[in-house]
């Protein structure tokens, strides 16, 4: 898909927001929602999602739900370094399909890094075990302040 389009409301993080599909809930709040990514591009990947958007991508959002969403963020962000511990921290986000975008809601990922510790691959690695996801998920909740 490229930048211009409509939105789907059949895409899977629609779907999971309006309870149709399951997920691994890190935290939500009035704006925004955390979940684990099933396909995780290292330990404790976390997606964080606009909750009432129907932005495909960043460039369609509208201006006044980013402030909300980038707090989402940084909170999501920091409860995960406190949990995991890691050496850094990818923030991404993509827009298009030649980006790399797979999924058409917008949505930022959180990525811990340690040194030394390859990137898995993007929305292409093997899906997580999901006793394993849940044990994540608990512990950077544990951490939300
Ligand atoms: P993007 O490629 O930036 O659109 O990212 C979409 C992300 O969603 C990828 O990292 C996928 O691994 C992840 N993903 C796809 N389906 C699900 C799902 N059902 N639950 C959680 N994460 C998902």
Redesign the pocket.
Known sequence: MSLDGTYDDGN??AK?LRGE???VRVFEDEHVFA???????AKG?T?VIPKHSTARNLLEEEPERLASLILGVQRVTRAVRAALNPDGVVVT??NGAVS?????HL?F?IIPRWDGQPLGR??GGGMADMEELKAVAAQIAAKIS
């Open positions: 899977i993080f999971i599909a399951p997920s979940f684990m990514d099933v396909f995780p591009q990947h997606l986000q993509f790399g975008q797979t999924v058409y949505h990922h993007h929305a």
